[in-house]
């Protein structure tokens, strides 16, 4: 079984170029530390949560320490993680003062019979399982405190949500004994109402994850993905016959139309195949596969490298 792995660092209007390179060299940090896991003989569970959790801890990315914040100037992050082998599945919303909500959803997944925790049960369950918290303005980054003024002073004269705020963090991987997963992580939209949800701990929106068809993450506008179940609608096409490439481009192509929504998606299925497509002016992204790793950050900026 060809193991694969593949990460994406969430949707963007745009990246400067400062920051490419920062976030180039973390999405394929994330990308051979998910590959190094199911090379170790490790799940596609684990390899998924693994590459998530050094995107979560790089401030450059929008899930764990580079969570953009809500209209209080607070850090409230989503996460879901989804095991293709009996659907088993994990997911927290609105979890403050965690370092890796990923670890949190799959805790939810392996030690509860629920699928999902929120808020303050979130909390609860967290220090139940003996979770370290961190104190919130740890995770607060100057540049996302700046985000918000600059997003408070322009809210009028912006361009509809749809086309920014496309920020989240996920993986897909199918590990040598033929299992797929998904893991997606993010910290929402910048100047959020508090409490707002969006599709990242959806099972079915943010990502979805079953053997017989392959796993997704999604990015992108969250209430966009919520309203057209972006995961599952491309997994339906995946089943009907479609290649990962035209499954991506038809579920895109319809939220698209329907809403105006961007997003972008990472696809993995069971023979090893492997896509990544989106609608935003960009989305990083990283696949390693046969000791190769491919990375990009823009439609026409693909690199291929040798794994050591």
């Known amino acids: 079984m060809n193991s694969v792995v593949v990460v994406h660092g969430g949707g963007a209007s745009s990246i400067s170029k400062d920051r490419k390179e920062r976030v180039r060299l973390g999405i394929i940090q994330a990308a051979t530390t998910g590959y190094n896991i199911l090379k170790e003989g490790g799940s596609a569970v684990d390899a998924v949560e693994g590459a998530v959790i050094v995107l979560e801890n790089d401030p450059e990315f929008n899930a764990g320490c580079g969570s953009v914040l809500n209209v209080n100037g607070e850090v409230e992050m989503d996460a879901s993680i989804m095991s293709g082998e009996g659907l088993s599945s994990g ?130 506008h969250g209430e966009s993905i919520l309203k057209v179940n972006l995961a599952r609608l491309t997994l339906f096409h995946i089943e009907q016959g479609k290649t990962l490439e035209e499954a991506a481009d038809m579920s895109l192509g319809y939220m698209k139309s329907k809403l105006k929504g961007l997003g972008g998606v990472i696809l993995v299925n069971k ?28 439609l026409d900026d693909t690199n291929v490298i040798d794994l050591p």
């Not at 939209?189 to 943010?206: A, E, F, H, Q, Y």
């Not at 492997?274 to 491919?294: C, E, F, I, Q, R």
Request: glycine fraction near 12%.
């Open 91 to 220: 997911a927290v919303s609105a979890v403050r003062c965690i370092a890796n909500p990923i670890k949190l959803a799959r805790l939810v997944m392996e030690k509860t019979p629920h699928c999902f925790l929120t808020g303050q049960g979130a909390a609860e369950f967290a220090a139940a399982m003996g979770m370290p918290t961190v104190p919130g303005e740890q995770l607060v980054t100057e540049r996302n405190v700046k985000r918000l003024e600059k997003e408070k002073q322009e809210k009028d004269a912006q361009k509809p949500d749809q086309q920014k705020n496309l920020g989240t963090v996920g993986a897909v991987a199918l590990d040598s004994k033929g299992n797929v997963a998904y893991a997606t992580s993010t910290g929402g939209i910048v100047n959020k109402m508090v409490g707002r949800v969006g599709d990242t701990p959806c099972i079915g929106s943010g990502g979805y994850a079953d053997n017989d068809i392959g796993a997704i993450s999604t990015t992108g």
């Open 271 to 298: 023979a090893g195949d492997w896509a990544v497509k989106w609608t935003s002016a960009s989305m990083p992204w990283a696949a390693a596969k046969d000791g190769k790793l491919h990375s990009g950050i823009e």
